[in-house]
C-alpha cells in the first residue's frame, strides 16, 4: 500500500492500468446497454419503466462507494499524510457527486410513473440528498483555503464525518417505512431480480466501475503533472 | 506511540463517538423518521388522530371499490394483522392495485382515512411477466399485484 503513495510509482502502474479498464468499461457499457434498452424484458409490473433501474441503481451504488474510497483516502491522508492520498480523494468528490446527481435524478423520473412523485422526504431519498450535499461541502471545502494543505485537512475531517451518512443510506430502507423499496439484491431468497434482468444490471455496474477507476486515474496523474509543472515554474521564478 | 499511531488511534475513537452520538439520535428520533404508520402503528400506539399523517400497507385483497362517480374510491389499508379503511378522490397511480403496496396522506376521522394523496409503494421484485405467472402457478410465490 504504501509503496503507491509514491507518485512516481503510481504513474507507472496508472499507465499500465488506464488502457485495460477503459477499454473494459467501453465494452461493459456497449453490451450492458444493448441489453437494458433492447434484450431485457419487460417487468412484469413495471413494464418498460424498469430500464431505468439499469442506470439508477448503479449510479446509486457508486455514490456509495465513492464516498467510501473517498473517506478511506481521507483517514489515510490524515493518519500517514500521504500526499497522493489527498490527490485521490480530491479527485473523487466531484465524480462521486455527479454519480449522485444522477441517482437523484433517474429517481425522481422513475418515482413519478410508478409511486405517482418526483420526490417524497422519506429516510432513503433524504438521506441521498444529504450524500450529494456532503460531496459539494466536500468539494468547496477543500478549495476555500489559501492554504491547500489546511484545506486538504478540513476536507478530510469533513469526508470522515459524512461517512457515517453512508449506512444510513444502505439500511435506511429497512430500518424504517420508506416509499423506496429495500435492497433486491442482498436478499437470498427467490425471486428479488430475475436472471434476465441481472445480467445487465450487473453488466452495468461493473461498467460503472471500471469507469470509476478510468476517470480516477486520469483526474489523479492530471493533477500530479500540474503539481509538476507549478514546481518548475516555481525553480524557474525562484 | 509514534505519531502516525497516535492520529490513527485519535481519528478512530472520534469516529467511534460519532457512531455512537449518530445512534443514539436517530434511536431517539424513531418515530419521526418513518415515512408513514402501519395499521398496527395506529392501532396500538397512540398516534395523534387529528393532524395530516401518512399511513401504509398493502391494499387489502377485494376491498377496492369505486363509487359511480368515477373518481372516488374506497380501499382498505391492511398490514395482515390490522386494516383501516380509506377513502380518496381523484387520480390513482398505476402500481394503485389490491395487495399492492400503498402509502396514503391524508387525515384518520372517525375511524376512516380520508386520503388527499395516494402514492403507490412497489416491491424490491423484478422480473419478466412468464416468470411471475410460472411462479404463482407453481405456488413459490404468491406475488403481489394482480394484473
Known sequence: MHKFANPAQFTRLANRVLPWTSFF???????????????????????????????????????????????????????????????????????????????????????????????????????????????????????????????????????????????????????????HQPASLSRLDAPAIDPSMLVPLLLMALGFKLFLITILIIRMRTTLIEKRLQAKQLLKSG | MTPARRRLTFIGLGFLSLVVASTLALTAFEDNLVFFYSPTDINEKSIIADRPIRIGGLVKDGSIVKSNDGITVRFEVTDLKYSIPAIYKGPLPDLFKENQGVVAEGQLTEGIFRAKTILAKHDENYMPKEVAESLRKTGKWKGTGKN
Open chain 1, 25 to 179: 468499461a467501453a465494452i461493459c457499457f456497449i453490451f450492458g446497454l444493448y441489453f437494458s434498452i433492447f434484450a431485457s424484458p419487460p417487468d412484469y409490473q413495471q413494464g418498460e419503466t424498469v430500464r431505468i433501474m439499469y442506470v439508477h441503481v448503479p449510479a446509486a451504488w457508486m455514490s456509495l462507494f465513492t464516498y467510501t474510497l473517498m473517506a478511506v483516502a481521507s483517514a489515510s491522508f490524515l493518519i500517514w499524510k500521504h500526499s497522493l492520498a489527498d490527490i485521490a480523494a480530491r479527485a473523487l468528490a466531484p465524480v462521486g457527486a455527479s454519480f449522485t446527481a444522477i441517482t437523484l435524478i433517474t429517481g425522481a423520473l422513475w418515482g413519478q410513473p410508478m409511486w405517482g412523485t418526483w420526490w417524497v422526504w422519506d429516510a432513503r431519498l433524504t438521506s441521498v440528498l444529504i450524500l450529494f450535499f456532503l460531496y459539494l461541502g466536500y468539494m468547496t471545502l477543500v478549495n476555500a483555503f489559501e492554504d491547500s494543505e489546511k484545506g486538504s485537512k478540513a476536507g478530510a475531517v469533513l469526508a470522515l464525518i459524512g461517512f457515517v451518512n453512508i449506512p444510513i443510506i444502505k439500511f435506511s430502507v429497512d430500518w424504517w417505512n420508506t416509499l
